[in-house]
Every structure is written in structure tokens, then in C-alpha cells.
């Protein structure tokens, strides 16, 4: 089993940044391929970032690209994503994803999900 603890979620202004922190434990996610979703008030969860086993293959939603940043750190067992410029309509709860399957996490196909984190950007 992995647990994934999300973190750094706040309130913000528009423009500013936030940096979040998905804890893993349980097992060491270096086996895994990690990646953020997020979920607005009356939508659907959606993906937002991708990250494979060694970090060095990552993925993004097109609307995000340049904006968002997903790292890893596998000695600490901990996902990042750096998220910058943000703007009202990045307002959501943001999930953290673990699975074996680089598909599964694209496609919110995964064994682990986070509680999640509350992002709000104020206009």
C-alpha cells in the first residue's frame, strides 16, 4: 500500500505561485509513476501533470504547459508540482496519483490517490 499526503495548498492572488508536495509512504514510489489531477467546484477531476519512475519523462496538460512544473525526488519519496502565473480558474482541489502504469496516471487509471489540497487564487 502507499499512502500520499498532498500539502501546500493556500490561498493566493493571481499571479502568484504556490509549490505542492505529495508525501509518499508505505512503499517507495520509485516503482511508481506519479501525477497531479485536479477537481473545480462542479467538474470533473482532470489531469494536470505527469511524472515517469526517474523523472525523466514528464507530461502535461496542454492548457498548463509552461505554467506547471512536475519534479520528483525519490531519496524523499515526495512529488512536487510548481505551479506559477496562476489565475482564478486554477481554483480546485489538487490530487496526488501513484500507479505502475505511465497510461494509468495519464488517464486517472491509478491504485493510489491523495486526500487532496485546496488551491484558491483570488482575482
Known amino acids: 500500500q502507499v499512502q500520499l499526503v498532498e500539502s501546500g495548498g493556500g490561498l493566493v492572488q493571481a499571479g502568484g505561485s504556490l509549490r505542492l508536495a505529495c508525501a509518499a509512504s508505505?512503499?517507495?514510489?520509485?516503482?511508481?509513476?506519479m501525477g497531479w489531477f485536479r477537481q473545480a467546484p462542479g467538474k470533473e477531476r482532470e489531469f494536470v501533470a505527469r511524472?515517469?519512475?526517474?523523472?525523466?519523462?514528464?507530461g502535461y496538460a496542454d492548457s498548463l504547459k509552461g505554467r506547471f512544473t512536475i519534479s520528483r525526488d525519490n531519496a524523499k519519496n515526495t512529488v512536487y508540482l510548481q505551479m506559477n502565473s496562476l489565475k482564478p480558474e486554477d481554483t480546485a482541489v489538487y490530487y496526488c496519483?501513484?500507479?505502475?502504469?505511465?497510461?494509468?496516471?495519464?488517464?486517472?487509471?491509478?491504485?493510489?490517490w491523495g486526500q487532496g489540497t485546496q488551491v484558491t487564487v483570488s482575482s
Open positions: 508505505g512503499r517507495t514510489i520509485s516503482n511508481y509513476a
Open positions: 511524472i515517469g519512475w526517474s523523472g525523466g519523462s514528464t
Open positions: 496519483a501513484a500507479d505502475r502504469s505511465w497510461l494509468g496516471v495519464r488517464e486517472g487509471r491509478v491504485d493510489y
